[in-house]
């Protein structure tokens, strides 16, 4: 069963980087048989260069202001599911729109397995890419805790073991 043309059959993950939304993206929208979405690959598809790139050579007030523009682009779409980038709900009211244009999605595991999942991939992702293997703990604690008045205005929240096949399932059914 595809969704119906409502403002809820739009699904918008949100959460630290290494919560798992580009991997429940693809879930959802495989299961839900609509459009699936990375934010950050539409901000680099349409920029033609990396987000480390754009970082790098315009800033991050010029990159945010790209992801707000993209972001407010999928209003056009009927439905879909798109994941965040971790930043995506603390900048120019995005957690508001997304609040009122669908349905939000806070993924939250535990710092430790935000640690494991991007030791392996810190040079691709410019707010990490120098920090040692400590300095990243305290780093994603600290974002965390920044951002956790944004994430916590989510539709829903699933954390630890309630992130499961099991509950994204239910959701999906819930919103199909």
Not at 132 to 142: A, K, M, V
Not at 144 to 150: F, G, I, K, S, T
Request: hydrophobic fraction near 35%; proline fraction near 3%.
């Amino acid at each position: 069963m595809n969704l119906m043309e409502d403002k809820k059959t739009k699904l918008f993950l949100v959460g630290m980087m290494g919560s798992g939304k580009s991997y429940w993206t693809k879930f959802l929208s495989k299961k839900l048989k609509v459009g699936g979405y990375d934010l950050d690959f539409l901000i680099e598809s349409n920029e033609e260069r990396t987000i480390a790139e754009i970082f790098e050579e315009d800033g991050e007030e010029y990159f945010r202001k790209q992801e707000a523009k993209l972001l407010r682009w999928l209003k056009e779409k009927k439905s879909f599911v798109l994941g965040t980038g971790g930043g995506t709900p603390c900048y120019n009211d995005n957690m508001e729109w997304m609040n009122k244009n669908g349905i939000t999605i806070f993924i939250d595991p535990p710092i430790e397995q935000l640690v494991e999942r991007l030791l392996p991939e810190k040079s691709h992702r410019p707010l990490i890419s120098n920090l040692t293997d400590e300095e990243l703990f305290q780093f994603l604690t600290q974002k965390r805790n920044e951002r956790l008045v944004y994430y916590e205005q989510a539709t829903i929240k699933l954390e630890g073991t309630e992130i499961s096949e099991k509950n994204f399932l239910k959701i999906s059914k819930e919103y199909a």
